[in-house]
């Protein structure tokens, strides 16, 4: 079964802050998605990286930068925490035309 | 840009009770998957349709895909507590490889 893992739970950082946000997938994969979810909005696409060194703008990518170095490590940044970044943070793999997507367990950010 | 609709955004029911959430999406979708994700976890693939159409059955759940493939619907027979959760579908557009997920429709079931 496909495992992917998000570094933190749950964290807590200052406005202005440089965050990281790492991800892991076991399954050699070429896909993998960072969304931003938030009540009443669902699921939203911040980034996605379809091959290593790879990188693609999703709906909402303002803010953020990502990092794919090797196949199986996907990292968000947050170059300069702010407050409207407090949210749950999910990693998903694979998702290519007719497969699932698989998600981490999440990110609970609070920027404060 | 394209666009998932998702309805209705809560839903209560009393168990036994039948629940529906209906998906629209603003253009032709190549197929279209649905999550569940109970509180406090991450989303979970359920199932994907890919034909116009097309109906697929997972015990009280049905799932639909429209005739025109911009929109669906997840039915689900007499619920049980164990249904509670956000249920998402997740449309991909023809000519891309990114999904767009809907709102979701969160369901309480009383018992």
């Known amino acids: 079964d496909v495992k992917v893992t998000q570094s933190s739970r749950y964290l807590v950082k200052r406005t202005g802050e440089k965050v990281f946000l790492e991800c892991v997938q076991d399954?050699?994969?070429?896909?993998m998605f960072w969304y931003r979810q938030d009540p009443g909005l669902g699921l939203r696409l911040i980034y996605f990286?379809?091959?290593?060194?790879?990188?693609e703008k999703g709906d909402i990518p303002e803010g953020y930068s990502v990092s794919r170095e090797k196949k199986e490590r996907f990292s968000l940044i947050l170059e300069s925490a702010s407050t409207n970044q407090t949210s749950m943070y999910l990693c998903?793999?694979?998702?290519?035309?007719?497969?699932?997507?698989?998600f981490g367990d999440g990110t609970r950010l609070s920027i404060l | 840009g394209q666009q998932v609709m998702q309805i209705p955004q809560y839903q209560h029911v009393q168990e036994g009770e039948d629940f529906t959430t209906y998906c629209n999406s603003s253009?032709?979708?190549?197929?279209i998957q649905w999550y569940k994700q109970r509180p406090g976890g991450h989303p979970v693939f359920l199932i994907q349709?890919?034909?116009?159409?097309e109906v697929k059955k997972q015990k009280r759940l049905t799932f639909q895909f429209g005739e025109a493939k911009k929109n669906s619907s997840l039915h689900i027979t007499a619920t049980q507590t164990t249904d509670v959760g956000t249920y998402f579908c997740?449309?991909?557009?023809?000519?891309?490889?990114?999904?767009?997920f809907g709102t979701g429709t969160r369901l309480k079931v009383l018992a």
């Open positions: 990286s379809y091959d290593v060194k790879m990188k």
């Open positions: 998903a793999c694979c998702g290519r035309f007719n497969q699932p997507q698989h």
């Open positions: 997740a449309g991909l557009a023809s000519g891309t490889y990114k999904y767009i």
């Open positions: 253009t032709t979708l190549s197929n």
């Open positions: 349709l890919v034909k116009s159409g």
């Open positions: 399954m050699d994969h070429e896909n």
